[in-house]
């Protein structure tokens, strides 16, 4: 593995693999990897000649509340899982690199944000848009892997692409999880016993609300508070929200009739846990984008 | 010369030149063309395996009192000219095509812009950058090509490219001029034969305030103040401005210690020409980026 932290001698090793017809997978990242990560890695070794992997802290996602400095960091066990999984080049740039100057370029996003997750991060799309399209452009993928764990992202992720006609396809990568369907995270570790056997409800909450629109409930209401009693019941979590929109354009809906995402975000006393599930109007689950 | 309107067939095409390792050259305009549009052509037919060339008047940057509907528009005279100089590729793209929806990715740049011909068009460059970055992407250039005549834009373009990381390279093309200095343009057709001959002393205006630099001058007031009076005894144009900034920036400046633009708009009865020299602190002439 190749591990690259200068722009230049990035750009200098993608033109030569572009000069031999490389077919580029791109994962990128913010470090301290999970099985969530690697699995990207994983997808992408499988589809693509070249795995590139960037770890970039992105200063400007996080907002005036939120700590960039403290956002966990491991380069060295990065370094070795990335290696494992067999990612070609590990692109770790600087950040004074990256914005070297003030900046007066701006991509801003005027939708898919205001909801879920985005509601409460003003400005944290605008920096991820910001970064990405700085990535693509130094590493020009013809393929890039995102989680569908974090389906705002990649619902934003999509826009920018298509609106912007990057030359580059979006691959959604189904969320993985533990045996008791609870989705893996980073944060799980902070779940206490009791907490990390009720957080399997999480899930669990999901499948119930997606069969019942199997069963032909087209009501966003029922489902919601149907998925909100399981984890009410079944829980000592406290409901951040369980919302239904239309994916991925994350618009409100009255009745199910075009594909939607199904999401939850739970606080633990020491973990806040997000899920989602995204299916059709017949309630089978889309699992690509 | 091959015309293509989709943009899914200019990605198709635009991947097979790549796959044999073509080296793309792209000058992007708005059609209507006259001897500086062939000039780029022609110089990135020199520098490149295969010239691209697109037409596309953009709806975006329009200003609500300008008139998007009455840009001047002639795309037979326009297919012929680029096959003369050897275009290989005319990119014709359809408005709804790279507009098809309410857009929610926006672009925005927060400098360059509040002077020069940009102060009295609020939104163009926004308009400008967010088109050239979807161009950009679809057409993948090694180089892109910009006449030095538009000076802000080629600032603009410059700011875009290296902020967000394109790997493009930026060649700024000297303006051509008639024989006696007259910055070419499709303007000067609504000169009179009294403005015409008048106009040549634009030019001459500012290698007059270019020479004083070169004999030492460095406040930038008692160049402007020069040229300014050149302008007003020579000629019965109405000066719009004559300006001197710091270039690429654009920012005003007290001493002329850096590279700077002397640039000028002046207006006749049915013309508003504009023109300008970049030089150094010892008046230099710049002519690339």
């Known amino acids: 593995m190749e591990i690259i932290h200068s722009i230049e001698d990035m750009l200098e090793k993608i033109n030569q693999l572009k000069k031999s017809n490389k077919q580029i997978g791109f994962v990128p ?20 000649d070249i795995v590139v992997t960037s770890i970039f802290v992105n200063p400007l996602q996080f907002g005036p509340n939120e700590d960039y400095e403290q956002y966990p960091r491991d380069e060295e066990k990065d370094k070795l ?13 600087d950040a004074k690199d990256m914005y070297p100057n003030k900046r007066i370029i701006e991509l801003s ?8 997750c985005g509601k409460s991060r003003p400005g944290h799309f605008e920096g991820v848009i910001t970064v990405l399209t700085k990535l693509f452009h130094i590493v020009q993928p013809n393929k890039v892997y995102f989680g569908m764990k974090d389906a705002q992202q990649l619902a934003v992720v999509s826009a920018l692409l298509n609106e912007l006609n990057f030359p580059i396809e979006l691959v959604g990568v189904p969320t993985i999880r533990e045996r008791d369907g609870l989705a893996k995270s980073s944060r799980n570790v902070h779940l206490n016993n009791e907490e990390r056997e009720e957080a399997a409800w999480l899930y669990k909450a999901l499948l119930q609300g997606q069969q019942l629109v199997v ?17 009410i019941n079944q829980t000592n979590g406290v409901i951040d929200y369980v919302e239904i929109f239309s994916y991925p354009k994350l618009q409100p809906i009255t009745v199910i009739d075009q594909p939607v995402i199904l999401a939850l975000a739970v606080h633990f ?11 059709d109007k017949r309630g089978q689950l889309i699992n690509h984008l």
């Open 215 to 231: 069963d032909g409930e087209l009501n966003p209401d029922i489902i919601v508070k149907e998925v909100s009693d399981t984890i």
């Open 109 to 116: 996003i005027k939708g898919r944000i205001d909801v879920l």
């Open 29 to 48: 990242t913010m470090g301290f990897f999970h099985d969530g990560h690697t699995n990207l890695m994983e997808k992408a070794k499988k589809d693509n």
């Open 81 to 93: 899982r990335a290696e494992e999984v067999g990612v070609d080049i590990l692109f770790i740039p």
């Open 269 to 279: 006393q020491h973990a806040r846990l997000i899920d989602n599930l995204i299916f």
